[in-house]
């Protein structure tokens, strides 16, 4: 079935960095745009990042710009988020999504994963 | 960046209540908008795209309207398991930017 699976969330101190991956299965995950979005504790969604199916197009939320690397390897379904100087407000569940339903059109995010938890604390 | 604003804040229903969100952008998006059910704990749920095509699988009781800045999500007759939280999310430029929510809870 299709599948997101997000792993490489933990505690960090302010100013160290942090690789999340998601692992897609169920789908042909080479041909989709994909995305990171997060949702702070008691908050509501903010998107983050997205990557274009062959990884051309790259686009950052200004919160994260500059601090944040979307990356994917399609030879291994995965897509992935490099986070360097982590501030205390990037605490979150980090969400990686799917484009969808219909390849291309960019209408909405279809598939989401379960989330990995994010914590700058020092 | 394009500012979506939902309304209500939260919402006060019943089972077999019908209930009306609205979603409104800062400016025009055609028919550029998602809505989106998120249970507490769990991923959110696309159930609208493209303002009123229904997800594969979401069950009719949902439909979305509007075009260019005004959208409403439509819940015809509330179940207990639509008790949620729905986002609206405008899918036209980058950012996607995201509504603020709004919780449906049990009267």
């Known amino acids: 079935q299709v599948q997101l699976i997000e792993s490489g969330g933990g505690v960090v101190q302010p100013g160290r960095s942090l690789r999340l991956s998601c692992a897609a299965s169920?789908?042909?995950?080479?041909?989709?745009?994909m995305y990171w979005v997060r949702q702070a504790p008691v908050k509501g969604l903010e998107w983050v990042a997205l990557m274009s199916s062959d990884g051309a197009q790259k686009n950052y939320a200004d919160s994260v710009k500059g601090r944040f690397a979307i990356s994917r390897d399609n030879s291994k379904n995965t897509l992935f988020l490099e986070m360097n100087s982590l501030i205390i407000e990037d605490t979150a569940v980090y969400y990686c999504?799917?484009?969808?339903?219909?390849?291309?059109?960019?209408?909405?995010?279809?598939?989401w994963g379960q989330g990995t938890m994010v914590t700058v604390s020092s | 960046d394009i500012q979506m604003t939902q309304s209500p804040s939260s919402v006060s229903a019943s089972v077999g209540d019908r209930v009306t969100i609205t979603c409104r952008a800062s400016?025009?998006?055609?028919?550029?908008l998602a809505w989106y059910q998120q249970i507490p704990g769990k991923a959110p749920k696309l159930l609208i795209y493209a303002a009123s095509s229904l997800q594969s699988g979401v069950p009719s009781r949902f439909s979305g309207s509007g075009s260019g800045t005004d959208f409403t999500l439509t819940i015809s007759s509330l179940r207990p398991e639509d008790f949620a939280t729905y986002y609206c999310?405008?899918?036209?430029?980058?950012?996607?930017?995201f509504g603020q929510g709004t919780r449906v809870e049990i009267k």
């Open positions: 400016q025009g998006i055609s028919s550029g």
């Open positions: 999310q405008q899918t036209n430029s980058f950012p996607r930017t």
């Open positions: 169920g789908f042909p995950f080479n041909i989709y745009t």
């Open positions: 999504a799917k484009d969808g339903p219909v390849v291309g059109r960019a209408d909405a995010f279809d598939i």
